[in-house]
């Protein structure tokens, strides 16, 4: 059978439209692993955030650099998405998804573009709380007001894997292509110039040129990406090292805490709970 496919939830999302009166509203699902919603769009920004299971949110950027991010969301996680970004949702792990719809009036005025944040231990049990049934308005208004301090003073997370544009050089992405597949497949540059047809001179550049950053910063951050729904799912830390090309779990470890601020291990434990 294939995986779950929901059309796009434009019209269900209606529902839960913010305003002025109410500039924060909460969405929120329980969805199986494998579901998977369509690209879409919406008028007003958004945070996706799951409070178990793991997501992965695709998102435009329209910066005109990096056409398109892919975003790896754990429970400690969350994707901010910028109004009117086209983005689709898929469900790695299952997940309490929960969706926060914000209107423009409450936007930071300098957020832009879409960036994964770090939820709060505050921020987590607004969310919840949020999610009362009968909620009365005045709580739900103090409620709301928190939540906006707490978006303000999060701190942004590089968990963006940024694709090449359609309109890019295909030899670029035919490598970022190949490394998602399979991150532990070749670790330098030079291993994969001779294989898409381009100098490692040449794929440097691009790198630069069409996503902002350099050939190791990316895929680091693609290594995350391939990571996190495995220690998840439960994996052993030293199957996760191997299977993103880490010669030690040692190794995978210093690097994995570096990029998230915590160990492998404290991503297992977050899921588990």
Do not use: N
Not at 52 to 63: D, I, K, M, N, Y
Not at 114 to 138: F, I, K, T
Not at 179 to 199: F, H, I, K, M, Y
Not at 224 to 237: D, I, K
Request: glycine share 6%; aromatic share 6%; charged share 20%.
């Amino acid at each position: 059978m294939g995986r779950p496919s929901l059309s796009t939830p434009i019209g269900d999302a209606e529902a839960f439209r913010p305003s002025t009166a109410r500039p924060v509203r909460l969405r929120a699902r329980t969805l199986p692993a494998d579901t998977h919603f369509e690209p879409h769009r919406h008028a007003w920004a958004q945070l996706a955030y799951c409070s178990t299971g793991v997501l992965q949110v695709c998102a435009e950027q329209g910066r005109g650099v990096a056409d398109e991010v892919t975003y790896i969301v754990p429970p400690s996680r969350a994707v901010w998405i910028a109004p009117g970004a086209r983005h689709s949702v898929h469900v790695l792990e299952s997940a309490q998804f929960r969706t926060l719809y914000l209107h423009a009036s409450v936007t930071p005025p300098d957020w832009s573009g879409c960036r994964v944040l770090h939820v709060s231990a505050l921020l987590r049990e607004l969310v919840q709380a949020l999610d009362a049934p009968a909620l009365p308005r005045p709580r739900e208004q103090l409620l709301c007001s928190l939540v906006l301090e707490e978006l303000r003073h999060a701190d942004p997370q590089a968990l963006g894997v940024p694709l090449p544009a359609p309109g890019g050089d295909k030899r670029l992405r035919a490598l970022c292509e190949a490394v998602l597949r399979d991150p532990g497949q070749r670790g330098s540059l030079a291993e994969w110039a001779a294989d898409v047809g381009a100098s490692e001179r040449t794929l440097a550049r691009l790198f630069r040129a069409e996503l902002r950053t350099g050939y190791q910063q990316w895929r680091q951050q693609a290594v995350l990406a391939h990571a996190l729904p495995l220690l998840a799912r439960g994996v052993p830390v030293q199957q996760v090292a191997a299977a993103t090309g880490y010669a030690s779990e040692s190794a995978f470890s210093a690097m994995f805490k570096s990029a998230m601020g915590q160990p492998p291990r404290h991503f297992q434990g977050r899921a588990t709970a």
